[in-house]
């Protein structure tokens, strides 16, 4: 009998899949997940897709085919009322969505970028990464896989550019300001009134590569590149850091935490 739950084409290591997959969980739907190799994932989404998304999550629900974590988390609110991650009042979802969107846009591909310029200033560690997400017999060509996924991330995003991970890192650092800020504003707990909401989920997966949370897809014991671990430091004292971590304690469940890979 085929399989006619949701399926999410996702990669384990991703802060936009993670992101799809908290909303999965919250709502607690029985789902399963496809995980192609980081790079080939994106002719499997344009195929997927009909070209009108090239990254993954792209989420298969009930014959129609969602790209963009974004819309991913309104189609599953549509078909998936309890456990609302929109607020109820509108100006609150308005609020809401407008975050989703800071954070998707402002954070999201900073972070990446900034994890991986590092990782391509230590091969031998990226390497190391990059062989837990390939299949086991790729695996055993480590130093191609390392080549690939330095050749993939600067290609692709630019990560061997200096000047480029120095504007991410100040990215950041601008997204953890807002997130500070709306955190003080609304009383440090929640983003939007005093409910967990899609706000909260966002700006945390998004933040998980830079805070590395316990409960969140990469284990805590991940070694880390030296020069992100230095740039973490600088942002460790800061309400919205241990903020991504309380709220992966106490909302992030069940996760299901994954082995390192290479791609974010
Ligand atoms: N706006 C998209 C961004 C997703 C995204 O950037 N996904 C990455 C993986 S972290 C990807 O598939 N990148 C492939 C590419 O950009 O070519 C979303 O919210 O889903």
Redesign the pocket.
Known sequence: MSDTRPRLWQ?DI????E??RWALDHKGIDHNRRSPLPGV??AV?LWLTRGAS????VLELEGRTI????A?IAALEERFPDHPLYPEDPEQQRRALELEDFF?EEL??YA?LAVFHDLIGEPELFAEIAVQSVPAPMGRAKGLVGAYARGYTSL??GADNDEAAARARAKIVAAMDRLDAELEANGGEFLIGDRFSVADLTAASLFFPVVAPENAPVPADQPTPAAFEEFREGLRHRPGYAWVEETFRRHRKPARPVAAAA??
């Not at 991703?14 to 899949?17: A, E, G, K, R, T």
């Not at 090239?54 to 999550?57: A, C, E, L, S, V």
């Not at 790209?67 to 974004?70: A, L, P």
């Open positions: 990669i991703s802060h936009f899949s992101k799809a994932h994106i989404a090239k990254t993954f999550p790209g963009d974590s974004t991913v998707d999201g591909p990446r692709r995003f791609s974010l």
